[in-house]
């Protein structure tokens, strides 16, 4: 379980910049694979971020690596750099990072958000990281291969009955093996959302945070995973179209999609969403159980599979 920072934490933290705090923290929403808090110093505000501990050195320093990266185009918050010119810290067995606080208080709309995510993709093209890491999203070689190990090691019956739904989604909406071998890997934020673009009031700038899940990884998925964050899923099919449509070419203008992309950007979202296994717990417990996660992705799927001949004509159709 992740406990709160605490005052003891993060002065030992920004001990490490040089920095120390001037007033009490303010913790920030989310938190799922990490934690962050607002701190006021002497330098202005700043954002300590503790990464979750199943993270190796690795990770973190790709994570950031990535969110630095971004900085010099101007497309994140700057990190700060530790007294010995490292850009993590550590406390315990913990790691961390701080960066320059941006206020905001804007949420990105799909055009918006599209053309902001265009320009981290396109500025990623120059991104050669330092070390190697493992990626933090992954294709399946063979895309049933997780759900049907999965099935054969649970008594449940509720999750064999979801998993077999979701095998049945692969054999007649997913790609084969051969075809997600084909698809060009690219960087990617991997957890691309309207919470993780900051739009400040003054001036007006696009920020990226949290890169924790960059990895190499086919661009058209975070594409339309970003879409789906973007949009309702109460929103009417007269409207959607539309909206995908405006939300691709805004994309497209600053960075265009190549028409293999687009053909099959809707089939690769549904075969990496179908195929994954998170929400499915073994006796072993090796896969860890999200009950909520479950039914949020049992309705989504539902729901894109029901407009999928829709968004793969617009797809194909987008132009600047």
Known sequence: MTTTMGTTELSTCLRQYGLQA?????????????QSAVVPTAQGLLVV???????????VQLAAQAHQHAARAGL??????TRD????????DATYTVAEYADHAVRAGPPVFASALAALHSHFESFSPQGRCADFLQLPDTPTADLE???RH?????????????????AEFGLDAQSLAAVPRSWVHGDACPDNLLITHSPDRRLFIDFDQVSRFPRPYEIVRAFMACISPELPA????STFRRYLNAYHAVAPIPASDRAIMIDLYLTVQAAETRTFTTPEGEIRGMPAFARARHQQLTWIIEHSGLLRRFAEEAQP
């Open 49 to 59: 971020k503790r990464f979750n501990r199943r993270f190796d050195p690795a990770r």
């Open 85 to 92: 010119g490292h850009r993590t810290a550590h406390v315990g």
């Open 149 to 151: 190990r999965i099935r």
């Open 154 to 170: 649970t008594d449940d019956a509720a999750s064999r009955e979801a998993i077999d739904w979701r095998i049945q989604i692969l």
């Open 76 to 81: 994140a918050p700057p990190l700060r750099l």
């Open 238 to 241: 007269r409207l959607l179209g």
């Open 22 to 34: 001037s007033g009490p923290a303010r913790l920030l929403p989310g938190g799922h694979v990490g």
